[in-house]
């Protein structure tokens, strides 16, 4: 488990190798993340936590990876980084977010 910091930037964020960018949707208690690099996308899914789990986005295992991202699978952590970085910066500033596993969990800051 690893412990990924909210960063501030803009709203679309480039970076000076790659243009991508996280979109995300509510449908009722739950939606969708969808990070986009270039013409691919990796699609995941959200629904409302508790307990001080705020949300929970399913982004799938490195094996899914393998199979459904291929392009992308060498690069797991970078990208679920650049993800739980988004959805902190943009929907839960006070947040935090741990990626573990197939799950990123935003969780209420502690004191």
Same mark, same amino acid.
């Given at each position: 488990?690893?412990?990924?910091?909210?960063?501030?930037?803009?709203?679309?964020?480039?970076?000076?190798?790659?243009?991508?960018?996280?979109?995300?949707?509510? %449908? &009722?208690?739950?939606?969708?993340?969808?990070?986009?690099?270039?013409?691919?996308? !990796?699609?995941?899914?959200?629904?409302?936590?508790?307990?001080?789990?705020?949300?929970?986005?399913?982004?799938?295992?490195?094996?899914?990876? %393998?199979?459904?991202?291929?392009?992308?699978?060498?690069?797991?952590?970078?990208?679920? &980084?650049?993800?739980?970085?988004?959805?902190?910066?943009?929907?839960?500033?006070?947040?935090?977010? %741990? !990626?573990? &596993?197939?799950? !990123?969990? !935003?969780?209420?800051?502690?004191?």
């Amino acid at each position: 488990m690893r412990s990924v910091e909210s960063g501030r930037g803009s709203l679309l964020v480039n970076d000076s190798k790659n243009d991508w960018r996280v979109d995300i949707s509510q %449908e &009722g208690r739950g939606g969708s993340v969808v990070y986009y690099e270039g013409s691919n996308a !990796i699609s995941c899914w959200w629904e409302f936590g508790g307990a001080g789990v705020v949300a929970i986005i399913y982004i799938g295992d490195a094996s899914e990876w %393998e199979k459904r991202f291929a392009w992308a699978a060498e690069r797991r952590l970078e990208i679920t &980084g650049r993800i739980a970085n988004e959805i902190v910066r943009r929907r839960a500033p006070t947040c935090r977010a %741990e !990626i573990d &596993g197939a799950y !990123i969990y !935003i969780r209420e800051a502690r004191s």
